[in-house]
Every structure is written in structure tokens, then in C-alpha cells.
């Protein structure tokens, strides 16, 4: 899927904050936000404008949730509460449960910063997921199983090479060219199997 151009009016707006719901699922049907509309404001002070009963933003929160699974029905989701769905550019999905991570998600042309961090993401076969998100630059793994393995910064960024961010710490020109040129499969072979 190609990339549009997200208005800037979108990305400067607010994220739309579905977080501390105690959410389960994605199952729109099952969110509060489409039965009452309220979304909260706490966290950010306001809400992104609304028309047409859709949220213009491009940006979601949905951390500190008790998602588990892997997000199969985030598309649906983002389809009815934004204005412009494929305007979706970052996506905080943080502290939740949280085993895989959907093929939803390549449906998204912007997303360029996803945040994974503390949930139990257990293999590292997940980043040959995430890596067909096409416009990815920032992305947070750090407290899931995964992170414990052997070698995992450098495994992470040898996959995933166009990320230029990697549990909020930038990856340098010099630990670039540091990494080892092996294809995936020995990789996989010789690092995601392995722990300590």
C-alpha cells in the first residue's frame, strides 16, 4: 500500500486517547467511545476536533489496556473513529498483553512510530511482521520477552533497517555500519532461537 500525504492539520492535532479503558479487545462494538461518545482528555487536555462523528487525528492512544492476542481488528477500529483512516502515523499500544502483532497493520501506509513496549511479545519472528509496515521509523519493543534475547538491539536493527529509532534511543550512523551483513535466515538460525 502506497503512502498518502496526511494533512498537517492531522498530525499537529491531538491523539485520539482510548487509554486506561480497560479494554480487551479492539471490537468496536465493545468500546465505550462508540456507545457514548466520551473519550477521555485527561491525559493530553482535549480531545482531537470531531466531524461527522469521526476524530480528525493521526494519532492513537491505546496503552494501559488489557489487550491481548494480536490486534486483528485494529483496522476496523481506526475505520470508524478516524476521519481519515489511512492518516493513522503513530499508534501507542504499550503496556498491554499483547502475544503478536497483526498483518492489519501493513494496512496503514504512515504509521511511522509504533510503540510495543511491556507486553509479552515472546519471539523475535514478530519483527519479519512488523518490518512489511512500509513507513516505519520509530518503534518500541523493550520489557517483552524478546528483548531478553542474546544480542537483541542488533538483531532488531539488522531486520528492521529502516528504523531510525529503537526504544527511544536513535540509531547512529556508526552502529549501522557495526552491523554484521547476514541475511535474515542465519538470523534467524543463530540469534532468534537463543537466549543469554
Known sequence: MESTKVPFSYKRAKPLDLSFEDLESLEPSSMRVLTTGFV???????????????????????????????????RLLVDKLFRQPDALCWLDLSHNRLTDVSDALFGFPNLSTLYLHHNLLATMCVLTRINQVPQLRSLTLQNN??????????????????ITRLDFVIVTDSERRLLPPIPLQSFIKNYLTRTN
Do not use: F
Not at 493521526?58 to 489496556?65: E, G, K, P, V
Open 40 to 74: 477521555s482528555s485527561y491525559r493530553m487536555l482535549g480531545v482531537p476536533a470531531k466531524r461527522d462523528g469521526k476524530y480528525k487525528t493521526a494519532s492513537m492512544l491505546l496503552s494501559h489496556n488489557r489487550l491481548t492476542g494480536g490486534l486483528d481488528d485494529i
Open 145 to 162: 520477552p524478546l528483548a531478553e534475547y542474546r544480542g537483541y538491539r542488533t538483531v532488531v536493527l539488522a531486520v528492521l533497517q529502516k
